[in-house]
């Protein structure tokens, strides 16, 4: 069993501010994923990295694999990124991988 | 990125009756599949995984009877909740993925259907 940890739990900044999201896991893993959830409930990808360092716009995920540890970092945050943020791990043998979610960090932006 | 839908997005329905839920691979062929349930701010937990053409293999404790998975083709894969009861309302959301090559292949998610059983 891979336990995963997010934090913070809960986060409210102002617009504008630094926002980084944590991520942490037990069981060595071969991928981890942070995808963004908003209020109506889908879920988009934001990213899939399993090694370094990854960039899309506004948002920088990184991860290092030996402190079993991952980071959501979003710049220039707006109200729109209120959403709440999941990191999920991918472990155990190729061809049956398992997926094991983190409790996610609810984001607010206020204007 | 591949996308995954699924239909309906929405679905209320009378406690008794069975409701099945679609999940599509729009732009690639889908080896696997996955369904998840997620209640009310709680994260996803698994509940099956489909092979294309073959059985489902089921999480514990979730019912294989009640929650009918059937992914006959590479492109779909459908959930049938059977004789849904008001705890089954829930969100359910499916993802898929290819298997290819050497290295673990992405799971692409689905935006999620919300069900309601009155």
């Known amino acids: 069993k891979n336990e995963v940890e997010q934090s913070p739990q809960n986060l409210t900044a102002q617009e504008g501010e630094f926002i980084t999201i944590n991520c942490s896991y037990s069981?060595?893993?071969?991928?981890l994923h942070w995808l963004q959830q908003h209020p109506g409930g889908g879920i988009v990808s934001l990213f899939m990295?399993?090694?370094g360092k990854k960039k899309h716009g506004r948002l920088i995920a990184t991860i290092n694999i030996q402190e079993k540890h991952s980071s959501l970092h979003i710049t220039a945050s707006h109200p729109r990124d209120s959403a709440v943020y999941i990191c999920?791990?991918?472990?155990?043998?190729?061809?049956?991988?398992?997926?094991?979610f983190g409790t996610g960090t609810r984001l607010t932006i206020i204007p | 990125g591949a996308v995954v839908s699924q239909h309906p997005s929405w679905v209320i329905c009378k406690s008794g009756t069975s409701v099945k839920i679609e999940c599509r691979s729009l732009?690639?062929?889908?080896?696997?599949m996955f369904w998840y349930r997620q209640f009310p701010k709680q994260s996803l937990m698994l509940m099956a995984t489909s092979n294309e053409g073959s059985k489902a293999t089921y999480e514990q404790g979730v019912e294989k009877d009640k929650f009918l998975i059937n992914h006959a083709s590479l492109t779909l894969s459908t959930l049938t909740v059977t004789s849904a009861h008001p705890e089954d309302s829930s969100f359910y959301i499916c993802?898929?993925?290819?298997?290819?090559?050497?290295?673990?292949?992405?799971?692409?998610f689905g935006p999620g259907t919300r069900l309601t059983v009155l």
């Open positions: 069981v060595g893993i071969s991928a």
């Open positions: 999920a791990v991918v472990w155990g043998n190729f061809g049956n991988e398992k997926l094991t």
């Open positions: 990295l399993s090694s």
């Open positions: 732009d690639f062929q889908a080896t696997t």
């Open positions: 993802s898929a993925r290819s298997l290819a090559g050497g290295s673990y292949n992405e799971q692409f």
